[in-house]
């Protein structure tokens, strides 16, 4: 993927926009996202997988925007879900239900009556207990449902441990072990239709050999299945594919496609992915601004506009983000700075020991955030969600408000009397 953020005369932008131009309409902090880029994503992993019946589900939990998922369904996109409120979201922005896997591993009755309902394309089964209430929830609607297993095939994805999903340990799926037998209890059920076959090991991955290691498991089971009589359409190999944050160097696209399309080689079954993070990872950033400086002894603080309640990944899993001067107009001397925000907690930080040159009142640009920034905000210390700005070329538009402080408490009713 081109980047769509370049500096040009000291300024960087998103297109064609300054950031400062986009601060400066819509305040910070403030997520922006690269229409383009976005675009350009789907369409790059579209066209590498294209010697092979596909389809892209794009894994909403990393961009829920309705403007983003409006453009993936735009662009013909299917969409992985994980909630009923991710699928109400994906209706609400023109996405064709009849392409949405439903994932998760405790779906509850209420969201398993929801996906049958508006009609969705699969519903990923994690575990027996699943199966039985949506035989009876089926059967109450007077409907088939369309089914695939997630299995679980037990490799290691060589990814931060919170975000492997694919061990035995993990809680996801179930063990692949068992899976013909779960199969023969899918296939004798007149409300469940077998239509394929799911797995997702892990995410931010930078090596595709657990992966070929486990989509090589997963058909092999296929085959199996076959041979008892059981005929799958797609096989769902998950999301996963990891992006440059730091010094990484993940695959690309074609390279990706390349190990998957020989995996399928003279193979009748339609391949589905689940990409997040590479649809949209490097496609947004987070512009934040320097409140007040406070150089110290041990360390000197950058305190920020922006905190772990806006961009929780740097608190969370020790991620590294990339963060630039939006400005590098005559900078002052450089030294190290931890990039801190105002939420009471030391592990508040986007970032730490940063070499920038820093002056209050100046803009810092923490890239890579398009992918599990918004979506895993909190109004954490009362502080109101970021805005929400898509550019396009030229072009910019405001694609979620900043939220104020009255709305964080419209919900709650205080004591009667
Ligand atoms: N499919 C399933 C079943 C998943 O659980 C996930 C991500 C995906 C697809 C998309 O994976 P991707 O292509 O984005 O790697 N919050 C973490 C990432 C959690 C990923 C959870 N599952 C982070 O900020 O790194």
Redesign the pocket.
Same mark, same amino acid.
């Given at each position: 993927m081109t980047s769509a953020f370049v500096r040009r005369g000291g300024q960087l932008h998103a297109d064609q926009l300054s950031l400062a131009e986009i601060a400066a309409v819509y305040g910070t902090p403030c997520y922006v996202y690269s229409r383009t880029a976005i675009e350009s994503a789907w369409q790059e992993l579209d066209t590498a997988l294209a010697p092979h019946p596909h389809q892209i589900c794009y894994?909403v939990?990393?961009n829920s925007n309705l403007a983003v998922l409006d453009l993936m369904a735009r662009m013909g996109s299917g969409f992985?879900v994980?909630s009923g409120g991710e699928l109400a979201r994906v209706i609400a922005a023109g996405g064709d239900p009849a392409r949405v896997v439903f994932?998760g591993v405790a779906k509850t009755d209420k969201e398993l009556e929801q996906a049958l309902t508006v009609g969705v394309g699969c519903i990923n089964l994690e575990s027996v207990s699943e199966i039985g209430r949506l035989e009876r929830i089926a059967s109450d609607l007077g409907v088939t449902a369309p089914v695939a297993l997630r299995v679980n095939p037990d490799v290691d994805p060589r990814t931060?441990p +919170?975000?492997s999903?694919g061990l035995k340990e993990n809680k996801?799926g179930v063990d692949i072990a068992t899976a013909t037998e779960i199969y023969a209890r899918i296939a004798s059920s007149p409300q469940l239709s077998p239509k394929g076959i799911d797995c997702?090991i892990g995410?931010? /991955?930078t090596d595709l050999e657990p992966l070929v290691d486990a989509i090589s498991r997963v058909l092999a089971l296929v085959d199996q299945l076959r041979a008892d009589g059981i005929d799958l359409d797609h096989i769902d190999i =998950? =999301? &996963? /594919? &990891?992006i440059r944050y730091q010094d990484e160097q993940p695959p690309s696209f074609d390279e990706y496609a390349q190990q998957i399309l020989t995996l399928f080689n003279g193979r009748k079954e339609a391949i589905v992915v689940?990409? &997040?993070?590479?649809m949209v990872g490097n496609a947004g950033v987070l512009v934040t601004q320097v409140i007040g400086l406070k150089p110290g002894v041990e360390k000197n603080f950058a305190l920020v506009d922006a905190a772990m309640n806006d961009l929780l990944?740097p608190a /969370? +899993?020790n991620?590294w983000h990339d963060i630039e001067p939006v400005s590098t107009d005559s900078p002052p001397a450089t030294m190290a700075w931890d990039i801190v925000g105002p939420v009471c907690e030391t592990g508040d930080f986007l970032g730490q020991e940063r070499q920038l040159a820093l002056q209050e009142g100046d803009l810092l640009a923490v890239m890579s955030c398009g992918? +599990?920034g918004f979506t895993?905000a909190s109004n954490y210390n009362s502080r109101p969600r970021p805005a929400e700005v898509m550019v396009a070329g030229d072009a910019h538009y405001l694609i979620r408000k900043r939220e104020t402080v009255e709305q964080l408490f419209e919900l709650e009713c205080g004591l009667p009397g």
């Open positions: 894994a939990k990393a992985d994980v994932s931060h +919170y975000i999903t996801f997702h995410s931010q /991955l =998950g =999301g &996963g /594919l &990891g689940e990409p &997040g993070r590479s990944r /969370l +899993y991620a992918a +599990y895993m």
